[in-house]
């Protein structure tokens, strides 16, 4: 708490505006004018799966940051995770707890692996996942996880070496 009277000076704010806001722009600006990847650097295109083959195969593939997740096996995961786990580590262990803190980061690790392997399947980088620190970063996830998988990219060797 501030006393009372007491200002916060002009470049503070400004310091604290560069600290925290440049690197995240720096970030979102280099990634933004980086090619994507051809769809044939992560393997070939995964086949489409049910609620529980997808989550049974995102539970499998956590070690597993290489590849590629269909739509269906990174949305599945998704809503398996913000149904199923939250409401056991909330209820069960609740959020004060730090049992509950730590079982909470165990299991959305297979989240962060699923996150990059559906970013590979539409020719993108895994490390886009950093926008997620930011608030508006979130929103340029979900829509890049929304694109339909890249099936066919022709790389030219211009392309390549530019």
Do not use: C
Not at 34 to 58: D, E, N, R, Y
Not at 74 to 94: E, N, Q, R
Not at 106 to 130: K, N
């Amino acid at each position: 708490m501030l006393p009372s009277g007491y200002a916060v000076p002009d470049e503070f704010l400004f310091f604290m505006a560069l600290v925290y806001g440049l690197p995240p722009l720096l970030l979102m600006a280099g990634l933004a004018f980086k090619k994507p990847g051809a769809p044939g650097q992560f393997g070939p295109p995964p086949q489409g799966k049910s609620i529980a083959s997808a989550v049974l195969t995102v539970l499998r593939k956590t070690p597993v940051w290489q590849g590629r997740a269909t739509r269906s096996e990174f949305w599945w995961y998704f809503l398996f995770g913000m149904t199923v786990i939250m409401a056991l580590v909330s209820i069960v262990l609740g959020w004060n707890n730090t049992a509950g803190l730590i079982v909470w980061f165990i299991l959305s690790i297979p989240g962060f692996a699923v996150g990059t392997r559906r970013l590979h399947d539409i020719g993108r980088s895994g490390w886009w996942q950093v926008f997620g620190v930011t608030g508006t970063g979130i929103i340029v996830l979900l829509v890049l996880w929304m694109l339909p998988s890249v099936r066919q990219v022709e790389v030219s060797q211009a392309d390549v070496f530019e």
